[in-house]
C-alpha cells in the first residue's frame, strides 16, 4: 500500500473549522483514502473514507484534491471531544489497514 | 457501539509465560483482526482471519499464534511471552464483501504487561 504523510501534530480552538492535511503523492488508481481516529485510552474508530470524489458524513468531511495526491479531513466544529490522534490510511481495495503514526489533533478552549 | 469485547483487559505476566487474548464479537462480521500499539508507533496487524479457521499473517506476526473456531472468537496466542510483547492488544472486525470496502470496529484493547 501506497504511504501517507501527514503532520505530527495541530492545534485547533473550540468550535472552529480544523483542516487535516495528508499528502499520498504515491497513491494508485484504486487505493481509497481512509481517515480513522483514536481517542485517549480508546481503540481507533472509523471517520470517513473516498475514492475520488469529496464526502460528507456526520462526523466530518473529506476534500481530495483533483489529483488524488493529497486529501483534507475537515472537521467543521471543533470540540474538546475531538482531541485525538488522526489516522490518513491508504488501501488498495482490501481489508487491511496499515497506520502510521498520523496526527495529534489538539483542541483548547 | 459494535458489540466487540476483549478479554482479559489488563494482564501482567512473567516472561516465558503462555498468554491468551480473546476477542469476541456479537456482529457476525466475517473479518476479524489483531493489532499492538507501542508508544511512538501507529497500530500494527498481527494476525487476521477471513473465517473460521482461515487466517492469515500480517506485519509482525513472530512470536505469536491465532485461532478462529468459531465466527464470534478469535483469540491471539503468545507462546512463551517476552519483555518485546509488552504492549496495548486491539482487536477489530470487519464485514466483507469481495471487492467492497467495510470499515473496521475495534475493541477497547488489551494491556499486556511481560516482567
Known amino acids: 500500500d501506497a504511504k501517507t504523510t501527514q503532520p505530527n501534530s495541530m492545534e485547533s480552538n473550540e468550535e472552529e473549522p480544523v483542516h487535516l492535511p495528508c499528502n499520498h503523492s504515491?497513491?494508485?488508481?484504486?487505493?481509497?483514502i481512509h481517515w480513522y481516529r483514536q481517542l485517549p485510552s480508546q481503540g481507533p474508530e472509523y471517520v470517513i473514507h473516498?475514492?475520488?470524489s469529496n464526502v460528507n458524513n456526520r462526523m466530518a468531511s473529506l476534500a481530495i484534491a483533483e489529483d488524488r495526491k493529497s486529501s483534507t479531513l475537515i472537521l467543521h466544529r471543533a470540540t474538546l471531544r475531538d482531541a485525538a490522534v488522526y489516522y490518513c490510511?491508504?488501501?488498495?481495495?482490501?481489508?487491511?489497514?496499515?497506520f502510521g503514526t498520523g496526527t495529534q489533533l489538539k483542541v483548547e478552549l | 457501539d459494535a458489540g466487540i469485547t476483549q478479554s482479559p483487559r489488563h494482564k501482567v505476566t512473567e516472561t516465558g509465560t503462555p498468554v491468551t487474548l480473546r476477542c469476541h464479537q456479537t456482529?457476525?462480521?466475517?473479518?476479524m483482526y489483531w493489532y499492538r500499539q507501542d508508544p511512538g508507533h501507529g497500530l500494527r496487524l498481527i494476525h487476521y482471519?477471513?473465517?473460521?479457521?482461515?487466517?492469515d499473517k500480517g506485519e509482525v506476526s513472530d512470536g505469536y499464534s491465532v485461532s478462529r473456531s468459531k465466527t464470534e472468537d478469535f483469540l491471539l496466542t503468545l507462546e512463551s511471552a517476552t519483555s518485546s510483547q509488552t504492549s496495548v492488544y486491539f482487536c477489530?472486525?470487519?464485514?466483507?464483501?469481495?471487492?467492497?470496502?467495510?470499515?473496521?470496529?475495534f475493541g477497547p484493547g488489551t494491556r499486556l504487561t511481560v516482567t
Open positions: 504515491t497513491i494508485s488508481g484504486t487505493d481509497y
Open positions: 477489530a472486525i470487519s464485514y466483507a464483501l469481495a471487492g467492497a470496502f467495510y470499515e473496521q470496529y
Open positions: 473516498g475514492l475520488t
Open positions: 490510511i491508504l488501501t488498495g481495495g482490501g481489508n487491511k489497514l496499515t
Open positions: 456482529e457476525n462480521h466475517r473479518y
Open positions: 482471519s477471513y473465517g473460521v479457521k482461515d487466517t
